[in-house]
T-cell receptor, first 114, second 113 residues
C-alpha cells in the first residue's frame, strides 16, 4: 500500500507570495492533519480535515488555510508569505482520526521564503 | 491541557551502547502513546505505540512500556547502531475529545562507530 505522498518536496518563494501544498493520504484514510516543523518551535499542529470538513485547528493565523477533497486528498495554502513561514510542512493521515487510530506521515514539503 | 516532556538532546552514544530516552506526559483519561523517528531530510516514521496501561510497544529492537502510575513512556534499546542516529519524538493522542496529537520537542540521537 502506498504511503502518504506530498508535493512538491521543495519550494522556494518570496515574501508576500502565496503557496499551495498538496497531500495524498494512504488509500482508505479519511483524516488528514497538517503540521509545521521548525528548529525553534518543533512540531506544531496546523489543522485536521475529515470528510472534507475541518475538524480541529491549531493556533495559526488566518493566512494558513486548507481544504480536503472528496477523495480525501488535501491542500494547504499559505497567503502573504513571511520569512518566518520557512519550515518543513508535514502531512499525516489516519483512518478516522479517532479512538486508537495511528497517524502516518508523509516526507514533508520544505518551504523556503526569501 | 495535555503535554509531553522528553529529555533534551543531543544524546551521543557509542555503537552497541544501551539507549534510554525519557518521556513523561500529562493527560486526562487514557491517551495512546507513540514514538516516532525522523531521519535527516525525511518525515516522521512511526516506531512503536501503546494504547493502554502496561502495554509494551516494540519494533526494530526498540521498546517502550506505558506506565500510567509514573505517566511515562521511556524509549529503550539494548544495543544501538550508527543507523539509529536520528531525532526521536514522543507523542500522545487523547482517545476522546479532540483526538489531537501532542508531540514532544524531539531528542536527537547520534551514534558513533
Amino acid at each position: 500500500k502506498a504511503g502518504v505522498t506530498q508535493t512538491p518536496r521543495y519550494l522556494i518563494k518570496t515574501r508576500g507570495q502565496q503557496v499551495t501544498l498538496s497531500c495524498s493520504p494512504i488509500s482508505g484514510h479519511r483524516s488528514v492533519s497538517w503540521y509545521q516543523q521548525t528548529p525553534g518551535q518543533g512540531l506544531q499542529f496546523l489543522f485536521e480535515y475529515f470528510s472534507e470538513t475541518q475538524r480541529n485547528k491549531g493556533n495559526f493565523p488566518g493566512r494558513f488555510s486548507g481544504r480536503q477533497f472528496s477523495n480525501s486528498r488535501s491542500e494547504m495554502n499559505v497567503s502573504t508569505l513571511e520569512l518566518g513561514d520557512s519550515a518543513l510542512y508535514l502531512c499525516a493521515s489516519s483512518l478516522t482520526g479517532q479512538g486508537t487510530d495511528t497517524q502516518y506521515f508523509g516526507p514533508g514539503t520544505r518551504l523556503t521564503v526569501l | 491541557g495535555n503535554s509531553v516532556t522528553q529529555m533534551e538532546g543531543p544524546v551521543t552514544l557509542s555503537e552497541e551502547a544501551f539507549l534510554t530516552i525519557n518521556c513523561t506526559y500529562t493527560a486526562t483519561g487514557y491517551p495512546s502513546l507513540f514514538w516516532y523517528v525522523q531521519y535527516p531530510g525525511e518525515g516522521l516514521q512511526l516506531l512503536l505505540k501503546a494504547t493502554k496501561a502496561d502495554d509494551k510497544g516494540s519494533n526494530k529492537g526498540f521498546e517502550a512500556t506505558y506506565r500510567k502510575e509514573t505517566t511515562s513512556f521511556h524509549l529503550e534499546k539494548g544495543s544501538v547502531q550508527v543507523s539509529d542516529s536520528a531525532v526521536y519524538f514522543c507523542a500522545l493522542r487523547s482517545t476522546s475529545g479532540t483526538y489531537k496529537y501532542i508531540f514532544g520537542t524531539g531528542t536527537r540521537l547520534k551514534v558513533l562507530a
